[in-house]
């Protein structure tokens, strides 16, 4: 539990250095809002019960900027050897200059896993379902590329510390919306 006050602690004062705004011409050009699709490869601590693994991910994501400030609501599904969701709103910073965008986060998030486990019961094998939900700490960082206005291209990694199965992974992200 330490490392992860001391990890959540070093990147609020990480994300709090940042600059106070993004440019003058981002400054004067008000609010900026963009949904973004991630797909990507996450990869898990496991539970007591199964070992870590990898698989697979989806991730929507609503995010409203303002200067260097940004909010982002996010939710995602990701196939491990179980299947894992989570729901999260971040708090990051960003630094735009031409046509490109970096940001960093982290926020509060809620995470759970649906674990199948199977075992012998009742004189033959059974898949037993168990479910298991706790709040975390999901994190993100990202470089995006906008070759148009409306659309941008990056690549993200991410992930949450959580007391039920922690994670990470990196992803490909697709962005549309008013982003410079």
């Known amino acids: 539990m330490g490392s992860r006050l001391l990890l959540l602690a070093g990147a609020t004062i990480l994300l709090s250095a940042g600059p106070a705004s993004v440019s003058a011409q981002d ?7 963009w949904g ?8 898990n601590a496991g539970t007591e019960k199964t ?6 991910g989806v991730t929507v994501e609503l995010a409203l900027a303002r200067g260097a400030h940004v909010l982002a609501a996010r939710a995602g599904e990701f196939a491990f050897v179980d299947d894992l969701r989570e729901a999260g709103l ?15 986060g982290l926020g509060l998030g809620y995470v759970e896993l649906e674990e199948s486990v199977v075992t012998w019961k009742d004189g ?5 379902t168990n479910k298991y939900s706790a ?21 993200r990694g ?23």
Request: aromatic fraction near 12%; proline fraction near 6%; hydrophobic fraction near 50%.
């Open 90 to 104: 971040l708090y990051a910073r960003r630094s735009a200059f031409g046509g490109m965008q970096v940001w960093a």
């Open 158 to 180: 991410f992930g949450n510390v959580n007391s039920v199965t922690s994670y990470a992974g990196i992803g490909l992200v697709l962005r549309i919306g008013r982003v410079r």
């Open 135 to 155: 709040v975390g700490i999901p994190f993100v960082a990202e470089l995006s590329l906008f070759p148009t206005v409306p659309i941008g291209l990056g690549v």
């Open 27 to 33: 400054a004067a050009g008000g609010t900026r809002i």
């Open 124 to 128: 033959g094998w059974a898949t037993v």
């Open 51 to 56: 070992p870590g693994s990898y698989g697979p």
């Open 36 to 43: 973004s699709l991630v797909l990507g490869e996450a990869w």
